[in-house]
């Protein structure tokens, strides 16, 4: 008999209709590469819509919890800031519902990956405050959001020993993409566990959970070859009983 495969619910983004679009009314979007990751490191894929009141209906049919990356900030009142940068684009549905899914999974133990701005999601959950906008607050570092394609790599990160990441990857640095515009300032409850040649910190893990891990880069585009290691680990735990 064929092993079920862990089912791993991933968030969407939500897009406006309008003329010469896609569609004319709202309609949700989530590249190919998400869905594929998930499938080829074993797991179910099933995406989840933006409804935080669904929240807890959710998470009894599903074994792990993949919040997303997208073109969107937090809002910095959500980390205690009252000014907001000039460069911050907010959706606010999406991020009270990646909220509700990543506190329910949280909740009841459920595996969480975070990518790019769900790393991010996890910080200010956790505690953590973000930088802005990094070409204002750290005008020495590096281009994150990369010039080449987003299926190259960009830069570097160092992974810190004796954490999730380091078990999961087996090496002290790999080569990632980047494409964003803010940064985790401070980690919260969270462990730092990569960091980037400029300092930015680039992973996170919450050390409490048995498996809640945050990238700030995308490793569904499996550009380095521990990439594809971080899909196979999130989805094993999420198969795991507990």
């Given amino acids: 008999m064929t092993a079920r495969r862990p089912v791993i619910g991933i968030t969407l983004d939500h897009e406006a209709g309008g003329e010469d679009r896609y569609s004319r009314f709202p309609w949700y979007a989530l590249r190919e590469n998400y869905m594929s990751a998930v499938t080829t490191a074993g797991g179910l894929p099933v995406a989840v819509p933006l409804f935080p009141q669904l929240a ?14 997208g073109a969107f900030d ?4 959500l980390y205690g ?24 999974a949280l909740h009841q133990n459920l595996p969480v990956l975070g990518i790019c701005g769900g790393m991010q999601l996890i910080a200010v959950a956790l505690g953590g405050t973000l930088i802005q906008h990094i070409p204002e607050s750290c005008p020495e ?3 994150h959001e990369q010039p080449n394609p ?29 494409s964003h515009h803010q940064a ?45 290691k971080i899909f196979n680990a999130f989805v094993q735990a999420a198969g795991e009983k507990v």
């Fill in 74 to 77: 937090i809002d910095p009142a």
């Fill in 141 to 143: 570092a590096l281009p």
């Fill in 184 to 228: 985790v300032r401070t980690s919260g409850r969270a462990r730092i566990n990569a960091v980037a040649e400029d300092g930015i910190i680039e992973g996170l893990e919450d050390p409490t959970h048995r498996f809640c891990l945050g990238v700030q880069w995308h490793p569904e585009f499996g550009i380095d070859p521990s990439d594809r």
């Fill in 150 to 178: 987003r299926d190259e790599a960009s830069h570097t990160v160092s992974i810190t020993p004796d954490t999730l990441l380091a078990h999961i990857t087996r090496t002290q640095s790999m080569a990632v993409n980047s």
């Fill in 56 to 69: 807890a209906d959710y998470m009894p049919h599903l074994d792990g919890l993949l919040i997303t990356g």
């Fill in 81 to 104: 800031e009252t000014q907001r940068h000039d460069t911050v684009s907010l959706r606010p549905r999406r991020t009270q519902a990646e909220l509700a899914y990543l506190s329910a």
